[in-house]
T-cell receptor
Framework: GDSVTQMEGPVTLSEEAFLTINCTYT??????LFWYVQYPGEGLQLLLK?????DKGSNKGFEATYRKETTSFHLEKGSVQVSDSAVYFC?????????FGTGTRLQVFP | KAGVTQTPRYLIKTRGQQVTLSCSPI?????VSWYQQTPGQGLQFLFE???????NKGNFPGRFSGRQFSNSRSEMNVSTLELGDSALYLC?????????????FGSGTRLTVV
């Protein structure tokens, strides 16, 4: 079945470090891809999305490129801040539901 | 513009009881979905409603049900609660349920079954 695989966390970084969170997917068709972020005690916030191959989603300094050839959608940020500490979820959608990865906790220290 | 509103934020129920959770979507959004989040199973899709019709359902027992009203507000009900139903229940809405639109999530209802 369709699925999303994310790197295990936690990812621990110092402020201003470069961030990469890996995400790969398995899908029977051509899904739309998403990154959501969850801060403590809150719901999910849509961070960015891409709907077709080679699309690049970007928001708040975060970027991810839809790579069909490697079935990947890795999340990157050039310089993380303490306020980026949260859990990040990669997700795909082929229909009207989202299929999520297990989430990656990011901890950024000053 | 108000976001997705879920009530209540917290609930404590006893095994065997039933519970109803409420979700008010963003104004104008006609698609409402529900997800269960647990540490062990992660985020799992429960069901999706569009214009009062359930269009998709996840792999959950029949104890989990939902409905959507004409104003797009939605409720989900869990009957005969089990300890394993303890979770964060998230509601999400979208103006268009097409795969590329994405959903806006509420803050969730945390249900604890004792």
């Amino acid at each position: 079945g369709d699925s999303v695989t994310q790197m295990e966390g936690p990812v621990t970084l110092s402020e201003e470090a470069f961030l990469t969170i890996n995400c790969t997917y398995t899908a029977t068709g051509y899904p739309s891809l998403f990154w959501y972020v969850q801060y403590p005690g809150e719901g999910l916030q849509l961070l960015l999305k891409a709907t077709k191959a080679d699309d690049k989603g970007s928001n708040k300094g975060f970027e991810a490129t839809y790579r069909k050839e490697t079935t990947s959608f890795h999340l990157e940020k050039g310089s993380v801040q303490v306020s980026d500490s949260a859990v990040y979820f990669c997700a795909l959608s082929l229909t009207d539901k989202l299929i999520f990865g297990t989430g990656t906790r990011l901890q950024v220290f000053p | 513009k108000a976001g997705v509103t879920q009530t209540p934020r917290y609930l404590i129920k006893t095994r065997g009881q039933q519970v109803t959770l409420s979700c008010s979507p963003i104004s104008g959004h006609r698609s409402v979905s529900w997800y269960q989040q647990t540490p062990g199973q992660g985020l799992q899709f429960l069901f999706e409603y569009f214009s009062e019709t359930q269009r998709n359902k996840g792999n959950f027992p029949g104890r989990f049900s939902g409905r959507q009203f004409s104003n797009s507000r939605s409720e989900m009900n869990v009957s005969t609660l089990e300890l394993g139903d303890s979770a964060l229940y998230l509601c999400a809405s979208s103006s268009d349920p097409s795969p590329g639109y994405g959903y806006t999530f509420g803050s969730g209802t945390r249900l604890t079954v004792v």
